[in-house]
Structure formats: structure tokens, C-alpha cells
């Protein structure tokens, strides 16, 4: 934007020597006019625009872009034919489903282009593996800002299974310098301007948003807009933190309040979506795809801590994991968990995530690890490939549809693996986690016996194995987890345990070792 500096000018009057109070008088009116004038102006137009063609007494055409405008649901709108030579182009998909989803192409910005390619086809997927009455998936685009430097693309998908069809938003953010693009979690600051936004959302959502549904996680903030205000446009998908009848939820933090959580790209976002613009043209396609680079986005929880180093002969680490879950106490293991900075791997199962999906976001959201366990917990061992990835592509698509995370590790049910599954497994980038110690606990329902057996075996490098459905197990664990503590053990996830384990392989503890063969783990 440029910003003139106001000129008092004498233009066409008499020459005479200048007389002192004449002009002061002369001031005096053209910033009482400014005020007035300000006062009124229209929204998007910049004080100085008015200073400006004040003081050229509106004879000179302002050359200030137009203002921006609003949809009706708030958020910014620009009419796609500013960026000449966008064109429209539509993702892929061979399936059953019928899938229409289109995208905007704009000339000169590949990585966007290719980004929303790669995000759109994964968002296919998942809604197709997560939902076996998966029907349609439509998507739709608008540009909600395209000048200075940004581009902010808001998709809106509307999808259909056998029970009923519900409406979504993302929106994405392009830097065209260096071509970055950026979720929305990327117009804040950091995890902590993240979690303050989550804060101020919910005092603000309506009373129909389920308790517990709201987390800092990327997954659920993955629509951040501006209005043509500049306020900040929070956008929930239906059925995502409400019952799905309630529609699109939405929450408005004001420019000010805003301003603070914004990252130096947000508010240059921000200013984008607050001006209108005659034509943008992005100039050069950058080299390389930065995808916003290796940096973890605010709302991206990594399940590795950078602080810990399990491979520090000091340090004495335990994975604490649970199967088969979540169940109804899985919340109160949290709290514990919390209470003593420990974190666990949840190896969880399709059913139940599809029942309480705000568990599986607050598990992802406090830093624990989350695992693949099987939609259905058959005998992988008894299947052939197409079955064995039929039980795990679903639950991957779950829990990325809830939290945005893509699962690094699975645990084959029964511990029963064999070399189909450790193929498809590889193809599927997900590593096999067996375990060290078995604490029986689905056998002897007793929560002293449970806890004395995982206090025994502990050991440096342990994986222990527990299920978080039975309330023995809970009650167990509040004393696990605190003689572990006292016992001077760094309770981490199976990632951090491990380091980066190779997909395909099987684990059964992180002593520094040769991992075993994958043969004879049954158990
Ligand atoms: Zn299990």
C-alpha cells in the first residue's frame, strides 16, 4: 500500500505573500472535513485515501483499490477474474464414490496448485476409507484474498454417506515469494496463540457445541478467514464440534483482539483480505515446493519432545501403551497422565474413535501418541493383503479426519503378524509395535495385580502393554504412573522411545538392540 503524505497546497490562488492565520484557518477546515469525512468512510478505504483526496479538493480520482467484500457467511471474497489466467481443475479419484471436487489453478503458483491437489485427494481418501456408506464428495473454491504477496484459497466440501450429508471448510494461505503455502494454524503465531484462540473460541461458541470438542489442534482449525473488517473468521465443519443438524459453526474474534495471536504472515494475511483489488498477478513460480518447509505448524503436535533423549544412559525411559480404545475412562487417564508430564501411545480401535472422536482429539491435542490398532481387531495373520490394509486404512483415515495427524505406528491385534502384514505395513509407512512386558489386564480384572505386574517388569527401554477400556486398568495406572515417577522413569510415547522406527518392522522394546525378527512375537 502506498501512503502518501498529505500536502496542504495552494492551488490556483491569488499570489500573495501567504497570510499567516488564513491558512491555519485553511488547515483547520481540511482536517475538520477529515474528521467528518473519517468518521463515515467507507470500510476498507484507508485514512489516508480520504486525507488525500481531501486535500486535492476531489478534484484528482483517487487511485486506491476497490474495498474488499464480504461473503455471507463473512468472510472475504475476490472474484477469481482479478488473478488473470486462473483456471479451475478437479482432483482425480478413481472409487466408487462420486467425487467432484475442484480447485483453482492460478498461473505461476505450482506449489499451491500442487498442494491443494495432494490435500484435496488425501481429504477423498479419507472421507472414502472412514465411511463405509461413503456416497458423494463435492468441493467447491473461492479466493478470499490475492494481493501483496498472498493468496488465500477457502475450499468448501460437501459430503454424503448412507446417513447424511454435511458441509466443510478449509483455507489455505500461499506466499507467493518464496512459495509456502500454509494451513490455517500457520496465520498464528505459535502453539500458544493457538491454544489463546482456542480459549477465546470457546466462550464465544453457542451452547449446541459439545463439551470437551475443542482442542488446539491444526485438524480443527483448518479454517481461519478474515472479514472484510479485518476480523478473524473461525470456521468449524458441521458435525465437528456440534451435532451435525446445527450446521456450520462459526466464531468472530474482533480485529484487536485478534491482532496479538496473528504470526508476521497472518497479518500480512490479514491485510490482504482487507482491501480489494483491480488485478493481482503472481510473477514467478518459485523452484521448489516448500510446503511451508520442516517447521511444525501451531495445532501440528509432534509425539516426539526434542528436550528428551531416551538413548542418555541417564535417562530411563518406559512406553506406557494402551490397546483397544478409547473407553469411557480414557479422560481420567488423561488427567493422571497430565498430572505427572508422562506421556503413552493409545493404539486405538476404529469403533470406538467413531464413537468418542473428542477423546481421540484431546489425546492427540496433550501429546501422546496415536497409533493404529485395526478397525475391527481381526487376526491380521488369517488375512490377505487386501484385508489386512482394509482394517487399517480406515482407522488412519479416522484419526487424520479428527485430528489431522497421519499415524507413524500400528500394533497388530493378538500381537499376530506374519510377512503379508509386514508388507502391506511397509507400503504403508506404519511400523509394528509389539511389546515387552504384558500386564494381562483384560485376564485379571484386579487393579493391585495389574499395577504390581508392570511395576515389576519396568525396566529401561520397557514397552508395556495395557488396555484402557477396563477400569482396572485405569485405577492401575493412576499408581503406575506415579511410582514410575517416583521412581525416576521418563514415561515417553513409542516414537520417542524408538526414535524412528522403519515401517514394515517389528518392535517389541526400545533397548538398544537389533530389532527381532518378526517370527515369534505371537503372543
Ligand atoms: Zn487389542
Known sequence: MSVESPQVKQQDGPTMAPDRPVLTAAI??????????????????????????????????????????????????????????????????????EVAVAYPAIPNADPLTDFLDRTLTAQVHAFDAANPGAASFEGEWRLTAARDGV????????????????????????????GSVHGSSGLLAGQEELAALNDLVREDVPDTVTAGSLHPISG????????????????????????????????????????????????????????????????AAPEADKDGGDAISPGEISPIDDEIDCSDPETRCVALTYDDGPGGRTPELLDTLAEYDAKATFFVTGYPVMEDPWTVRRTYAEGHELANHTLAHPDLATLGAGGVRGDLDPVQALVY?????????????????????????????????????DTNDWKDRKADVVADRALDGASDGAIILMHDIHG?????????????????????TV???????????SYVDGVPEAPEDDDDQDD
Open 220 to 283: 480443527l482449525y483448518d479454517s481461519l478467514a478474515f472479514s472484510p473488517e479485518g476480523d478473524l473468521v473461525v470456521e468449524f465443519d458441521d458435525g465437528q464440534v456440534a451435532p451435525t443438524e446445527e450446521g456450520r459453526v462459526d466464531v468472530v474474534i474482533e480485529r484487536e483482539e485478534a491482532e496479538e495471536l496473528l504470526s508476521e504472515f497472518g497479518a500480512r494475511a490479514r491485510d490482504a483480505a482487507t482491501q480489494g483489488v483491480e488485478e493481482f498477478t503472481v510473477h
Open 472 to 492: 482396572t486398568t485405569i485405577d492401575a495406572s493412576h499408581e503406575i504412573i506415579r511410582e514410575l515417577d517416583e521412581e525416576g522413569y521418563t514415561m515417553v
Open 495 to 505: 516414537s520417542q522411545l524408538l526414535g524412528t522406527p522403519e515401517p514394515g518392522q
Open 28 to 97: 483547520a477546515m481540511v482536517v475538520l472535513l477529515g474528521l467528518v469525512l473519517s468518521a463515515t468512510r467507507p470500510p476498507g478505504l484507508p485514512e489516508n485515501g480520504v486525507i488525500d483526496s481531501i486535500t486535492q479538493n476531489v478534484a484528482v480520482e483517487t487511485e486506491e483499490d476497490p474495498p474488499a467484500e464480504g461473503s455471507e457467511e463473512g468472510t472475504t471474497v475476490v472474484d477469481a477474474a482479478t488473478v488473470p489466467g486462473t483456471e479451475e481443475t478437479t482432483v482425480d479419484y478413481e472409487g466408487d464414490s
Open 401 to 437: 479426519r479428527e485430528t489431522g495427524y497421519t499415524m507413524d505406528l500400528m500394533r497388530p491385534p493378538y500381537g499376530s503378524t506374519n510377512d503379508t502384514v509386514a508388507e502391506v505395513t511397509e507400503e504403508m509407512g506404519l511400523a509394528q509395535i509389539l511389546w515387552s512386558l
Open 151 to 178: 493468496v488465500g484459497v477457502r475450499i468448501t466440501t460437501t459430503e454424503t454417506d448412507s446417513e447424511e450429508t454435511r458441509v466443510g471448510h478449509s483455507t489455505y494461505w500461499y506466499e507467493t515469494d518464496d
